[in-house]
C-alpha cells in the first residue's frame, strides 16, 4: 500500500558537537562530565551557522519541519536550549515547521516553558509543534530535581502547560510540586487551542498510558522495531477504549535514512558517521544509571540495566536488522519507508538526515536525494495506485 | 579482623522474623536474642547483613526492622524524608511496645538514629551512632554517594576493598541489582538534593540527652573520621571509639567495633 494522502515529511537533525580530539575515543562517558575545555567555542560557532543553513535548506527542499532535541552537558547535541534554535530556525525561514522535542517540562518553570512555546507560536505564525520528553537519564544529572519524583513531577508540569494554553483568563495552580498563584500566558500560543504535542517515549507502555491520557501523539525514540509496534499495538487499543481513533498523524515514523547512488556507496559514505554517533556520542558511561528513573519491574526486564546494554554501542548488522534504518540507494530507501509507513499507517514521516559527525556536503546530497528522488517516488506510487480508485468509482 | 562471608543474601539464621502493617507500610523485623531490647537501624542498604548482631545477643534482645523502601519492608513513596523515618518508627515501636530501650544505628540508620534521639529522648537509655550521616559538615564534606561509581564503592565502604567486595554476588546478579537499585532509589527520595545531610540536625543536636558511643572506622572514606569532632561538640554525652583499621562498615569489618558497641551497651 502506498503512503497515506497528506503525508508530511520532516527531517530530524540533532546539532551535535563534532569536534573533539580523537583521542577522547577512550572516555567511559561523553555525557554529565565530560570538560567543557574539549568544546571550543569558535569550532561551536562555525557548527551552528552551518547547521542553521542546513535548516534553512530543509525549508528549500520542500521539507515540511525540522525536529530538533534537548540534551544537556553532553556532545552529543548543541541544543540544552532547543526554544533558542528553534526561534533562530523561525526566524531564517517561513514555512518550515519546527518540532521541539523537547525540554522536559519538570526541568524547567513549567510556566515560563508555556510561555517560551506560546512565544515561538506566535512568532512563527503557528509553525510549532512540541514533543515532551521525560529527558535521559544523563540530564537528571545536571538539572536539580530529583529523579524519583521525575515522573509525577513531569505529569504536574504537563497539566499546568495545558491548563495555561487553554484558560482564557487568569487561573492558579497548586500542586504537589508546584505552586503558582495566578497562571496567565502572554502571549497565548497562535494555534488553537495550542501546537499539536506528541509525548516522546522508548516503548515504555507507562509513558503511552500518559500520550493516551492526554489524546497527545506518541513519538518513538530511536528504539527497536519490535518495540515500536509493540507500543502503537497498546496505543491504539488504549485509545480506542477512551472512545478515540489513532490519527494517522499521531504516530510518527521516525527513519535514520541516507540516500546515494547505490546500496553500497550509500553504507561506505554512511557507516563511520552511524559509528560516530551510537559508539562515541551516545555513550553515557555510569550516568545512565540513575536511581528512581524507571520501575523495578522495568529494570528486571531490561537484566539490570537502567538505559538499553546497546545504548553507546555500535553493531551495524543489529542496526540494520532491527532498527528503522534505511541506508541505501533511492529504490532501497523508497522500499523500506513505503513499508514502514504503511506498517505504522503513519501520514508524519521524519527522516533523520544527519547522523553523528557527517559532514555538510553528504547532508546536503541526502536530503537533496530525499525530497527530489525518495518523495516525489513515494508520493508517484501513491497517484498511480490512486487512479484506478477513482476511475471505477 | 574480618568477619564478612562470601554471601549474595544475608544469613539470617537464627533470627526471629516478624512482618507488621505499619500505617499501611509492611515492615519486616528480624530479632535475636533475649534480654533488655537494642534497636539497630541498617545503613542505606541491606546486603551487609547483620553477622555483628549475633554477638550483642549474648545477652541482649536486638531488634533489626528494614526501613520502608529497603530489604525486605515494603515500599511507600510517601516517606520522603528523615523525619517520616522518624514518624514510622514511632509507629513501629508502638507496636512492638517498646517503651524506653537502647537505639543503634550505621550510617543512614545513624542519621534517623539521631534524629530520633533529637525528638524522642526519653524514649532511649542509649544511643550507638556509627559512621554516621546526616550533620552537614563544611570543612569535612562527605563524598556525595550517588556520584560514586559503582567500581569505586567498595573502596569506600570498606578499609581493606576485598571485604566489601566479599559481601557484594559473584557475576551479574539481577535480583541483587534490583534491590540495590530499590534501596538507593529510596534513599535518593531522601536525600538525593542534600547528600551532605540535614542543614539544620547540628542546631538541634544538643537536644540529644542519652549517653551517646560515637564507633567511626579510622579509615572511613563514606565520613571521613575527621567529621566526628563536630558530633563530639554538637552531642552533649558523648564518647568517640576510633576504630583502628577500619572503614565505613565497622561492623563487618572489625569484631573490636561490635565489641565497643556491646560494652557500652552493657555498662
Known amino acids: 500500500m502506498p503512503i497515506l494522502p497528506s503525508t508530511e515529511f520532516l527531517v530530524a537533525h540533532y546539532m551535535p558537537y563534532t569536534e573533539l580530539p580523537p583521542e577522547e575515543a577512550s572516555r567511559e562517558s561523553l555525557w554529565v562530565d565530560i570538560p567543557n575545555s574539549l568544546f571550543d567555542p569558535r569550532k561551536g560557532h562555525a557548527l551552528y551557522g552551518r547547521y542553521f543553513h542546513e535548516a534553512v535548506l530543509a525549508e528549500k527542499l520542500g521539507f515540511d519541519g525540522i525536529c530538533i532535541n534537548e540534551h544537556h552537558a553532553t556532545a552529543s547535541s548543541m541544543m540544552p536550549v532547543p526554544s533558542l534554535i528553534a526561534a533562530t530556525i523561525f526566524a531564517q525561514t517561513s514555512k518550515l515547521k519546527v518540532c521541539v522535542m523537547g525540554t522536559p517540562p519538570n526541568m524547567d518553570s513549567p510556566n515560563r516553558l508555556a510561555e517560551t512555546y506560546a512565544m515561538l507560536d506566535v512568532m512563527s505564525g503557528g509553525r510549532l509543534e512540541i514533543a515532551i520528553p521525560l529527558g535521559t537519564p544523563m540530564e537528571y544529572w545536571v538539572n536539580p530535581v530529583a529523579p524519583a519524583t521525575a515522573r509525577k513531577r513531569h505529569r504536574e508540569a504537563i497539566d499546568i502547560i495545558l491548563k495555561a494554553w487553554t484558560s482564557r483568563e487568569a487561573t492558579s495552580h497548586d500542586g504537589e510540586f508546584f505552586h503558582y498563584k495566578y497562571l496567565n500566558v502572554w502571549p497565548r500560543p497562535y494555534q488553537d487551542p495550542h501546537p499539536p504535542i506528541f509525548i516522546v517515549g522508548s516503548g515504555s507502555l507507562e509513558t503511552v498510558d500518559l500520550a493516551v491520557e492526554y489524546g497527545f501523539g506518541y513519538a518513538s525514540t530511536f528504539s527497536p522495531i519490535a518495540k515500536q509496534l509493540q507500543a502503537l499495538d497498546y496505543f491504539r487499543k488504549k485509545t480506542t477504549a477512551a472512545g478515540r481513533t489513532v490519527q494517522p498523524n499521531m504516530f510518527p515514523l521516525t527513519v535514520m535514512t541516507y540516500v546515494a547512488e547505490t546500496d553500497e556507496q550509500a553504507l561506505a559514505e554512511f557507516e563511520a558517521h552511524a559509528k560516530y554517533y551510537f559508539d562515541f556520542l551516545l555513550r553515557p558511561g555510569e550516568f545512565a544509571n540513575l536511581p528512581g528513573y524507571i520501575a523495578l519491574d522495568e529494570l528486571r526486564k531490561r537484566g539490570g540495566h537502567v538505559l538499553p546494554k546497546s545504548h553507546g554501542k555500535f553493531d551495524w548488522n543489529d542496526l540494520q536488522d532491527f532498527y528503522r534504518v534505511a541506508v541505501g540507494s533511492v529504490e532501497t530507501v523508497t522500499n523500506k519507508i513505503e513499508k514502514w509507513a504503511e506498517e505504522v499507517g503513519s501520514s508524519r514521516i521524519i527522516f533523520e538526515a544527519h547522523t553523528g559527525d557527517m559532514p555538510h556536503w553528504k547532508l546536503a546530497k541526502n536530503m537533496t536525494l530525499l525530497a527530489e528522488k525518495v518523495v516525489p517516488e513515494l508520493k508517484r506510487r501513491r497517484d498511480i495506485s490512486q487512479v484506478p480508485a477513482e476511475a471505477a468509482e | ?267
Not at chain 2, 17 to 39: C, F, L, M, N
Not at chain 2, 100 to 123: C, N, T, V
Not at chain 2, 147 to 163: F, G, H, I, M, S
Request: charged share 25%; proline share 6%.
Open chain 2, 1 to 267: 579482623m574480618n568477619i564478612a562471608q562470601k554471601i549474595t543474601k544475608p544469613s539470617m539464621e537464627g533470627f526471629e522474623r516478624a512482618e507488621y502493617d505499619v500505617a499501611g507500610t509492611k515492615t519486616v523485623v528480624y530479632s535475636i536474642g533475649s534480654g533488655d531490647p537494642v534497636v539497630f537501624l541498617h545503613g542505606g542498604a541491606t546486603f551487609p547483613g547483620f553477622e555483628f548482631a549475633r554477638s550483642w545477643a549474648t545477652d541482649r534482645k536486638v531488634i533489626i526492622p528494614h526501613h520502608p523502601g529497603f530489604g525486605e519492608s515494603g515500599d511507600d513513596e510517601k516517606i520522603n524524608s528523615v523525619h517520616d523515618y522518624v514518624l514510622h518508627y514511632l509507629d513501629l515501636f508502638d507496636q512492638l511496645k517498646l517503651e524506653r530501650f537502647d537505639l543503634a544505628g550505621h550510617s543512614f540508620g545513624a542519621w534517623i538514629a539521631a534524629e530520633f534521639a533529637i525528638e524522642h529522648s526519653y524514649r532511649l537509655r542509649k544511643l550507638v551512632l556509627a559512621g554516621p550521616t546526616g550533620l552537614v559538615i563544611k570543612e569535612h564534606p562527605a563524598p556525595d554517594f550517588f556520584k560514586l561509581r559503582a567500581a569505586d564503592l567498595p573502596q569506600y565502604l570498606t578499609a581493606d576493598p576485598e571485604v566489601a567486595l566479599s559481601l557484594f554476588p559473584e557475576g551479574h546478579d539481577v535480583d541483587f541489582l534490583v534491590l540495590s537499585y530499590r534501596e538507593t532509589t529510596s534513599l535518593s527520595r531522601v536525600c538525593w538534593d542534600k547528600p551532605q545531610g540535614n542543614r539544620k540536625l547540628g542546631r538541634w543536636l544538643h537536644r540529644v540527652k542519652v549517653p551517646t558511643l560515637l564507633v567511626w572506622g579510622e579509615h572511613d572514606r563514606f565520613c571521613p573520621i575527621a567529621g566526628a569532632s563536630a558530633w563530639e561538640e554538637l552531642l552533649p554525652d558523648t564518647k568517640l571509639q576510633v576504630i583502628p583499621g577500619a572503614g565505613h562498615l565497622v561492623f563487618e569489618e572489625s569484631q573490636a567495633a561490635v565489641e565497643a558497641a556491646r560494652r557500652f551497651l552493657a555498662e
